[in-house]
């Protein structure tokens, strides 16, 4: 399995970033795709997650600001980041997981500027 993902950049707080992350391959109709993030000397976190059965997975942090959606059909998930703070600054990297096995995209940053 292949991500890709898309997206990101530099915003002031209080704008709005996206995210697209698109999975080729062998891709399995059993799966999570969703996002994690790591900030400067952080450990990486989840972020949001969209399971195969439509159940969503949000940080508490970015509840009510974050939108995570998925497209089935193309094997995509994207994420709509509001209200960005400064807290958010980081590399976001896209996920996607099976039962069995877990890949990760190349990561890409967001920067969010206070």
């Known amino acids: 399995v292949q991500l890709q993902a898309s997206g990101g950049g530099l915003v002031q707080a209080g704008g709005s970033l996206s995210l697209s992350c698109t999975a080729s391959g062998s891709v399995s109709r059993i799966n999570i795709m969703g996002w994690y993030r790591q900030a400067p000397g952080k450990q990486r976190e989840v972020v949001a997650q969209?399971?195969?059965?439509?159940?969503?997975n949000y940080a508490d942090s970015v509840k009510g600001r974050f939108t995570i959606s998925r497209d089935n059909a193309r094997n995509t998930v994207h994420l709509q980041m509001n209200s960005l703070r400064a807290e958010d600054t980081g590399v976001y990297y896209c996920?996607?997981?099976?039962?069995?096995?877990?890949?990760w995209g190349q990561g890409t940053q967001v920067t969010v500027s206070s």
């Open positions: 996920n996607y997981r099976t039962p069995t096995d877990t890949y």
């Open positions: 969209y399971g195969h059965g439509g159940r969503l």
